[in-house]
């Protein structure tokens, strides 16, 4: 098969001359907690290029464009979509010019739309440990803005030409969309299954993981064995981190989560932890999530009274447990590709995704 | 040129054999107040297609998404961006299959994702005579399902398969986020110039009619002549078409609306009337509109009082002369096609879309 590891690190420094992010660690054996420092390292110059190409796309002669999308892009999120993409392409061989940068910028800005789009549904005050969007410039402006990168990003596919990764992006953002709206049809809504709630995670989280993933084969020009497989490890990463972050909302301490533990709790939101617990509660804790999540009447007290119920369940234990499920049929997906240091820093992502929670 | 005009009515009924809307009017040069008629009637039979198009395309297992959909795409809409695809194609001689069918469902989308995202964005709370989406389903929905009437289309575009189109859309969907952010950001400030108001009604409004109409050619395989052409005329409509609208919310009944009299009013917009109101005030008259469009205090007699003041200057009369200045750039950009019942039907729309005034 051949592939040939490409590096692009080199001297640390991107095309523009600007020194990249430095390399936290530089094997790809590191211990999973640095996982993503590893992987940053290996596609450091893209990364930055990538960066480039984001702040280059959201620029617009309406001023509050670039201010607000800045805002949420510059917020220090992981950008491990764009990064998973990149490190897709470059595992598979990909070598010969600007595509995987191009469209990680695209894949980012689907996913910032549906992060501004998210906090005015959710009504969310902070996100990433800074107050959102929707609190510092209005639901208005969060709403078109959002519509505005959703644009820019079917732009820069359209630019890239190539209509396979256009359908695959399409599909994923409407898979996107269609999941959001399952979410708001089974918020508040104890009846929702194990099997709804999975539902909604493939379709509001790892479809954008699965696409990302997938791209990275097909700007590489692979067998569809191996974009089957990529997607398949997307897919399956995806689902494994959305089940951490509803976990985490009930366990995390603020600072580490960047945004309110709890949210999701408020809101009757109804993830897995809250599934597992329902379907384990006598009768008198059946009414307090009816109360809590249907009802949304809730106290000060009543997020401890729920995370006391789901130790006593072991719910939150059980919801990571799925995750690592999950990240088993990742790393199980990667297992055509010959091993490298890509390879390595996919399958370490795979920890570092799951090992959030402790 | 040898342009065949290609009469697709024939038995009134479409290809699923469905009878097509029945047409109201059988000539071309029927007076202006049926030109819509005219025209729908030429297209009877392609617009039943578009109808079953948008009515398939907008399905999903979600069912929240076709309801909410369906209210908004049922309620009435005149359709007139997807029908002037339409003419546009057939007046350019398209004959040869249904890209003409699919692209008007999907500008159908565009606008009615926007139209979503608006009355979000505006808190509107009427649309075309019936409660809006965001008041009967909440804005969580509207925009959900606004952002998946987005996706969906840009996946019609990439079935479509032609990168020239697909780039036209997107543009003009970006062009469209832009105007809206725009508008946004001249609310309530009436330092907004006419040049400013022209611009976000350009882009929120025109760029929509105008890709709309040039795609008409590009599926025709016309020339770049008669694309700009085409692209003129519909950049000059929407603006005319815009210009009414927005001077229509002073002066209509709220039956012949479909909307409440007095929105932009109450939300503080800034709409051409305004600005020449406020340009040609006095003191008081100034104090007058600082209050009510700047600080938003207003009291029930305050909307009278506007459309007083407006009478006095003129505005509204005034509005309407720019809206028949760009109605005769519209038809001029037409006369480089031969003489036809769609070119006809064509230019008798822009008397339409004039004299919804009266």
Redesign the interface.
Known sequence: MGLAVVVTLEDGRNKDGQAARPAAASSANAPSANALDTLLALVAADFAAVDHEIRTRMV??????PELAGHIIASGGKRLRPVLLLAAARMCGYGGGIRHIRLAACVEFIHTA?LL?DD??DESALRRGKATANVVWG???S???G??L???S??IM??D?S?KV??IL??A??V???G???Q??TANNLATTEESYLKVIAAKTAALFAAATRVGAVVADRDEREEAALQAYGDNLGIAFQLVDDALDYQADEKTLGKSVGDDFREGKITLPVVLAFARADAEEQAFWRRCMEDREQTEDDLVRATTLMARHGTLAETIARARHYGDLARAALQIFPDSAYRRALEGIIDFCIERAY
Chains 1, 2 share one sequence.
């Open positions: 617009s002669e309406v001023a509050l464009i549906t789009h005015v549904v639901n208005q402006a709403v078109l803005v519509d505005f959703f644009t820019r079917f732009q359209t630019e030409g209509l256009l359908s399409c599909e953002a409407a996107i969309a269609e959001e709206v399952m708001l049809t």
